[in-house]
């Protein structure tokens, strides 16, 4: 009889100890070593016990950490921060780098010379980049547009400058010329030039270096307008609103004649239309001109432009397809993380086919045709399989849509 009791004690240890002390270590072996082989490839396994594997942890022997630098300007931290903590959560194995810069032409050098892998910038600069620095730009990969980044046009009631096209000969524009803050600098004369206005002929320049010192100028009447690019709606922006507010001041809506030969000579800008409500609570009842504002009738016409992400050439295809992957499926969550009211992400499946100023890289390929918003097949009935899966002669004839 003892020695049935003894027998039933060891059992209980052996049961204790290989439940409670030694399954972590069971897990951890499994995980870290025989993981990889769950799909059975019989030769790697082989290879496994040949080279004595198990002596060796998986994930620091055999895992490939991408190193992906990323350069950015330094306003811009924190967001770009957010979303690549995203990323990396969401099961990619990266190694992410930030590099911060002071000028946003350094910054699509730096992409040019290859020396990054992501460029966190925006059409505006890429453009004055390739018409004013280097001309080769096909180093250039094209991941995704970003968020949005709007054209405000601040003015005061008592100037009687109530749209684009009220803007008199010898006015006084402010801008900042800090590029570190916004991208303004860059295409104000472009702007203006084809809004039909030369640059100290039709209106003089005034520059600043920061948005505290544009808004005072304003505030100070040392300028009639301020000419200024940036995200909506815009804490910073609001804050001085109500800092130096006064009730003749008013956002331009854009409004002019010639919209469709102005939009032509500029293809990297868009209209949009912006609740006013986002602007300043200080901001209504507002009437000028002919525009009316109150709380219910908040919609202003504006131009905008994109903030975007590229990439180099010699990316592996691998890492531009998974962040495209996980930016279209998670744009969502992306957005309810991002705690700086502006960045508002946007998926760009209405609009794969805007001006882009380089091809899409071909990971970012991969994944469009595979979602079937791109394709080789001449087919209408592609337009039914778009997000779903690749268009196709078997696909189509397998949802009986080959027939046009």
């Known amino acids: 009889m003892i020695f049935i009791f003894i027998f039933i004690f060891i059992i209980i240890i052996f049961y204790i100890i290989n439940k409670y ?11 870290t070593y025989f993981l990889p082989y769950y799909d059975n490839k019989i030769d790697n396994l082989v290879n496994f016990y040949k080279n004595n594997d198990n002596n060796a942890n998986y994930f620091k022997k055999k895992m490939d950490f991408q190193n992906i630098s990323i350069g950015l300007i330094g306003v811009e931290l924190e967001f770009i921060q957010t979303l690549f903590k995203l990323y990396i959560s969401n099961g990619n194995a990266i190694k992410v780098n930030l590099i911060k810069y002071s000028n946003r032409m350094t910054l699509i050098d730096a992409l040019f010379q290859r020396n990054l892998t992501f460029c966190f910038t925006d059409y505006i600069s890429i453009c004055y980049y390739y018409e004013n620095i280097n001309v080769e730009i096909n180093k ?16 005061k009631k008592n100037y ?27 295409y104000y004369v472009k702007f203006f030039e084809d809004l039909g206005y030369k640059e100290n002929i039709d209106y003089i320049p005034l520059f600043y270096n920061n948005l505290e010192r544009l808004f005072e100028g304003f505030h100070n009447n040392e300028c009639e307008i301020i000419f200024l690019i940036d995200i909506y709606p815009n804490s910073h922006v609001s804050q001085l609103i109500e800092k130096y507010i006064t009730d003749d001041i008013i956002l331009l809506p854009f409004d002019i004649l010639n919209e469709i030969e102005f939009l032509n000579k500029n293809k990297i800008l868009e209209i949009d239309f912006i609740d006013l409500n986002n602007l300043s609570k200080l901001y209504f009842p507002k009437k000028f001109g002919k525009y009316n504002y109150t709380k219910n009738l908040p919609t202003l016409k504006i131009l905008f432009s994109y903030k975007i992400l590229l990439c180099n050439t010699e990316i592996n295809n691998i890492y531009t397809y998974n962040f495209i992957k996980f930016y279209n499926m998670n744009i969502k969550n992306i957005n309810e993380n991002i705690n700086n009211s502006g960045y508002n992400l946007h998926i760009q ?18 994944y469009y045709f595979e979602k079937g918003y791109f394709s080789y097949i001449d087919n209408n009935n592609c337009k039914y399989l778009v997000g779903v899966d690749k268009c196709t002669e078997q696909t189509l004839k397998k949802n009986k849509l080959f027939m046009q």
Do not use: A, Q
Not at 21 to 31: G, V
Not at 140 to 155: A, E, N, R
Not at 168 to 177: A, L
């Open 21 to 31: 002390i030694l399954k972590k270590n069971i897990d951890e072996h499994y995980l």
């Open 140 to 155: 250039f990969k094209f991941i995704t547009h970003l968020y949005k980044l709007y054209f405000y046009l601040f003015t």
């Open 160 to 186: 009687k400058i109530f749209s684009y096209s009220d803007i008199k000969p010898g006015i006084k524009i402010g801008i900042i010329n800090n590029d570190t803050y916004t991208p303004s600098f860059y």
């Open 349 to 366: 499946h209405d609009d794969l086919n805007h001006f882009i100023v380089s091809d899409y890289h071909e990971g970012v390929k991969k």
